[in-house]
């Protein structure tokens, strides 16, 4: 049975704000993980102008949805209208799941979360692992105090010196111990790489229009490192591609997508997630058949 002839006054509503929001593979995920698991849920996008932020949690409150998960623009700015924040949220600056307990709304952050569960079903552990990481933007706040919490040694390597700076000055508050950085360049990613376990993306390079461009030269590559890409689109970005041939380990993008949404189903349902089915229906959302 279709799950939405199936919507009664007894469904729980979810959803995701944010603005864009056409593109957002969350509401295939997350309905076809629902009716996998015959849970009376069910997940609707909204487009939320940023001017309207207020007035859509309050919204939220009134309508008594149970969750929403949060993206571009209201990250951030959602924080200050929520009763209270987890943790990570709270030290990463950044919410993208909100629960309603009885109309209690808290923020979490999903991606730290998700990022590293991702590394740990691929065989990866963080702890005392040389990881170097591509980007200081939203995402690599996310990763980068995944890695520095679980005890990597974090280099990052960003285009804007000053960003990186901010970010490791940051985590070196944080935890304590030292984080490198340099500017994003040929040279300095050579050295980098040379002792890297783990390379992680997270700039926008290779990203679809874009999926001819990478942001690593091929010959630096090699066996005996793990290449995390977490752009999703395309599913194998040029960099992906190029680190098979060079013989290192490879996880796609697609993964932190999967299990970070695999987190949220857990915190609205109490389950645990089909994270096979999830990640299926996301290859598929994408245009890509599963191999
Ligand atoms: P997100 O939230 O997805 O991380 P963001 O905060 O806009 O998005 O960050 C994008 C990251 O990709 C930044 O690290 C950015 O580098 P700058 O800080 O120098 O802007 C990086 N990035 C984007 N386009 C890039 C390019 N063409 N070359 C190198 N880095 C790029």
């Not at 929520?82 to 991606?111: F, P």
Request: with cysteine; glycine share 10%; charged share 20%.
């Amino acid at each position: 049975m279709d799950c939405f002839n199936a919507i009664s006054g007894k469904t729980k509503v979810c959803g995701i704000i944010g603005d864009p929001i056409e593109h957002t593979m969350s509401p295939v995920m997350h309905n076809a993980a629902f009716r996998e698991m015959g849970l009376d849920y069910v997940y609707v996008p909204f487009r939320v102008a940023a001017a309207e932020l207020e007035k859509a949690i309050a919204g939220m409150r009134a309508l008594n949805l149970r969750g929403l998960n949060v993206t571009i623009p209201h990250k951030v700015s959602v924080i200050p209208l929520l009763d209270s924040l987890d943790t990570t949220a709270e030290k990463i600056g950044a919410v993208n799941l909100i629960v309603n307990d009885g109309g209690q709304l808290t923020g979490y952050n999903t991606d730290a979360d998700g990022f590293l569960r991702a590394l740990l079903e691929h065989g990866f552990t963080p702890e005392e692992k040389k990881a170097v990481i591509l980007g200081a933007g939203g995402a690599s706040r996310a990763v980068s105090f995944s890695l520095a919490r679980h005890g990597a040694q974090v280099t990052i390597l960003n285009r804007t010196l000053k960003r990186a700076a901010e970010m490791a000055e940051w985590l070196t508050k944080e935890f304590g111990s030292g984080v490198t950085v340099a500017e994003l360049n040929e040279n300095n990613l050579g050295s980098a790489l040379e002792q890297a376990d783990l390379l992680v993306n997270t700039t926008s390079v290779g990203m679809s229009p874009h999926d001819k461009e990478t942001p690593v030269p091929a010959g630096l590559l090699r066996p005996g490192i793990t290449v995390f890409d977490i752009v999703y689109n395309p599913l194998r970005t040029r960099l992906i591609q190029e680190a098979e041939a060079a013989g290192a380990g490879t996880i796609l993008g697609i993964e932190m997508l999967v299990f970070q949404g695999a987190l949220i189903f857990t915190r609205w349902t109490g389950k645990p997630a089909p994270v096979a089915l999830m990640r299926k229906q996301a290859i598929k959302a994408l245009g890509y058949e599963e191999k």
